[in-house]
């Protein structure tokens, strides 16, 4: 209760009538509150391609490999693709950097005239932060017979090379060798004998 005295023999100044709080309460809308920041930043992942020409046939992009145009990237959730990118051959690595974080597929196919020396799908998990780099050979069809071409003269050598360093070729020129030496020893000892008979 608030009590306000006044100078002696001066009347009390009227006071308004105040209302009871429930009824204030009861007739206007509670004040609104401040909104609360509940915004929490998720952290994307990353996923960066890259079409190389996979010339020695190994699948692995090496530094003396270049790139490859036209090859066709899909990043698939499920069997949703939900990114797509088609190489250009001069601004790779291309990276998604606005995937969620989860498991995926990537698919790659090689342009016309080219064949693939990779796999044309690979799966990947990438985590918040995390950034994973998929790599696709490929090499052009015409390109892909030249390493298993060799003249007359380089498949005899190779062909004498490789019986020489074949384990069973090695072992047949054991089996040959002893067999000679047998009948060397053979031979020599039927010598002496018939020396000694005489």
């Not at 005295?5 to 004040?31: K, N």
């Not at 010339?55 to 899909?74: C, H, I, K, R």
């Not at 696709?136 to 390109?143: C, E, N, V």
């Not at 062909?159 to 074949?166: C, K, M, P, R, Y």
């Amino acid at each position: 209760e608030l009590i306000v005295s006044s100078p002696a023999g001066a009347a009390p100044a009227a006071q308004p009538a105040a209302q009871p709080a429930a009824a204030v309460a009861a007739d206007q809308p509670p004040p609104a509150a401040a909104p609360e920041a509940q915004t929490t930043a998720v952290a994307q992942a990353g996923l960066c391609v890259i079409a190389f020409d996979d010339q020695n046939m190994n699948s692995l992009y090496e530094s003396n490999e270049g790139l490859v145009a036209a090859t066709q990237f899909d990043v698939l959730e499920g069997s949703a693709v939900v990114k797509s990118y088609l190489t250009d051959g001069s601004n790779e690595p291309f990276c998604f950097f606005d995937l969620k974080p989860g498991t995926y597929v990537v698919s790659a196919k090689p342009p016309s005239g080219y064949k693939a020396t990779s796999v044309e799908k690979t799966g990947v998990s990438v985590a918040a932060g995390q950034t994973v780099n998929v790599t696709f050979g490929s090499i052009g069809t015409a390109k892909s017979s030249k390493p298993n071409q060799k003249s007359a003269d380089t498949t005899s050598i190779d062909g004498a090379l490789q019986s020489a360093s074949n384990p069973l070729s090695r072992a047949g020129g054991i089996v040959v060798g002893v067999v000679g030496l047998v009948i060397l020893l053979g031979v020599g000892a039927i010598g002496v004998m018939s020396a000694r008979r005489r």
